[in-house]
């Protein structure tokens, strides 16, 4: 008898869920993670804080898959497949991925690429092609091996040790009046030719002795040079070991791991990962409490300051010996008068870290860090007793000369 209604086919989807008259696959339920993955999509998460990262996964990508496991007990692999999203989000953000053409640099038997290599190569390396724009893959991952035949970049390409002369002699790659001459171009007649911009100090000197030495064991002959892979021992390229080398993240510490299966909340887990991990956004050092108030550039520019300006013997390193050499070895009002001072030299570098870190504020110059300073200890100025006033306004003025000469 016909009824008039369209014949369908199971599964089918009701309110946003599969219905089957068997049990549902993992594939069928791949759809949250897609779901997922096109909110993630939308986001613009490179400019994101930790914590606001943090915030939208626990808020929106956690409770995506909530609607679905009230009916279905969700596969392990589904699983899998939101945290690689969560994870991706949290520590790579929306970076592209890049691809990589090692096949036409090693593979000669190839129909496919002696095509491409001859229509858009010739008889040049894919390495020695000069790129506008991008990652230049040449200088991280390969090595010009055989014969020096001078076709080689002689600051950018790793084609004598372990990496390019930029890095091991970067003292007079920044000096240097042409920095893509190639090895030829430098070698060719069997002398160094490289000229820079200005006269080299003696420290600089040395290090140009050094290079020539290193480069009087170097002979160019007529032989191709051919690029290969530096993390294999064979030379020749492999997925794996790239796979390797772009997931590596350094050395790894059992008790960092371990921090991410304990059975503790996300942003306790993030806080102690980050206190082990995290640098000073302003040099790169490992951010610790006496770095940022005493070791970072911007922190001993104002101790230096304070020094010449109040003829201490040396500026402090750490708060034990701020304590100890300049505060304890004082007496009475003295005492009291210095640790004012520093204290709101010490409030101040904190403040200009907060502002780095959270609303991504540089101070144009550090001299605006002593300004500050100068402002924030005339507020302070009415809080001591009135005999201790005269003094403050005299601490404040002599650090308020002294700044008009830096």
Not at 84 to 98: A, D, L, P, T, V
Not at 292 to 321: S, Y
Not at 383 to 396: C, D, F, G, R, T
Request: charged share 25%; net charge positive; hydrophobic share 40%.
């Amino acid at each position: 008898m016909s009824v008039g209604c369209r014949v369908g086919q199971l599964p089918i989807i009701y309110l946003g869920l599969p219905v089957s008259d068997i049990k549902i696959s993992k594939a069928q339920l791949s759809y949250v993670a897609d779901k997922a993955n096109r909110r993630l999509a939308i986001w613009k998460c490179d400019s994101l804080s930790s914590r606001g990262k943090a915030t939208l996964i626990n808020s929106c990508l956690s409770s995506l898959p909530m609607y679905t496991m009230g009916v279905y007990q969700l596969y392990e692999g589904n699983y899998q497949a939101l945290d690689n999203i969560r994870s991706r989000f949290f520590w790579q953000g929306s970076n592209k991925k890049r691809k990589y053409h090692m096949r036409l640099e090693i593979e000669e038997d190839s129909l496919c690429v002696g095509i491409l290599r001859k229509k858009y190569l010739g008889n040049r390396s894919i390495f020695q092609i000069n790129r506008m724009s991008g990652h230049n893959s040449r200088e991280v991952y390969c090595r010009l091996d055989t014969g020096f035949s001078g076709v080689g970049h002689f600051w950018h390409d790793t084609w004598i040790g372990n990496c390019p002369l930029k890095i091991e002699f970067d003292q007079l790659y920044n000096f240097c009046r042409d920095t893509r001459v190639t090895v030829e171009q430098v070698l060719g007649d069997g002398h160094v030719h490289v000229e820079f911009r200005r006269s080299l100090n003696q420290q600089e000197f040395s290090e140009w002795e050094r290079m020539v030495e290193r480069l009087a064991l170097v002979s160019l002959c007529d032989d191709r040079d051919e690029m290969c892979w530096a993390f294999e021992k064979s030379g020749i390229y492999s997925t794996r070991s790239l796979y390797k080398a772009l997931t590596f993240g350094g050395v790894e510490i059992g008790f960092l791991k371990d921090i991410w299966k304990a059975r503790i909340p996300l942003k306790i887990q993030i806080f102690l990962w980050m206190a082990g991990h995290e640098e000073c956004k302003l040099c790169g050092e490992l951010e610790t409490v006496d770095h940022i108030l005493f070791h970072c550039p911007m922190a001993l520019f104002l101790w230096v300051f304070l020094k010449q300006t109040f003829g201490w013997a040396e500026i402090p390193k750490t708060f034990g010996e701020l304590l100890e050499n300049i505060l304890l070895n004082r007496k009475g009002r003295v005492r009291q008068l210095f640790l004012f001072m520093c204290a709101g030299a010490l409030l101040m570098l904190w403040k200009t870290r907060k502002d780095l870190v959270f609303n991504a504020k540089l101070v144009p110059t550090p001299v605006v860090v002593i300004h500050k300073t100068i402002a924030l200890l005339s507020q302070w100025k009415i809080l001591p007793k009135k005999k201790e006033q005269a003094k403050m306004e005299l601490v404040i003025g002599e650090m308020s000369a002294s700044v008009l000469l830096v």
